[in-house]
């Protein structure tokens, strides 16, 4: 397998981190997204909503599955991560998803979890794509 790391000028410096924002496995042609946050460059939030945090880190999915050279409609897996009951936030997910999907639907995993990348962090989205 080789792999090619992802890492657009566009987002946070993943290395302190230990990170690449994706890789993409160019036997196969598929692209391992990192779980994107509602970060700026300067790893600060900016919203407190989990709506609002869901709308930026779906964002920066597409920032980054452009990057790779894949998109929205070759997406084969996404997984939501939210901070919380679940049961409390499924309108507002759904609600962004429909936004940001459109017509195409992959595979969808929503999961709450006690913590995040940060205290303000509610949302972190990863995916798995096809190269276009």
Known sequence: MRKQPINPPQRYDGKPHGLSHAV???ATGTVYISGQVDWDMNYQVSSHTV??????????LTIVLDAAGSS?????????YVR???G????????????YLGESRSAL???????????????EVEATAALK
């Open 72 to 80: 929205v409609e070759n997406l084969l897996n996404l997984r939501i």
């Open 109 to 123: 995993t929503v999961i709450g979890v006690a913590s995040l990348a940060s205290k303000e962090t509610l949302v």
């Open 24 to 26: 993409v496995d160019t």
């Open 88 to 99: 409390e936030f499924l309108e507002d997910i759904a609600s962004e998803l429909v936004k």
């Open 51 to 60: 709506e609002g945090q869901l709308s930026k880190a779906l964002t920066n």
């Open 84 to 86: 919380g009951e679940l």
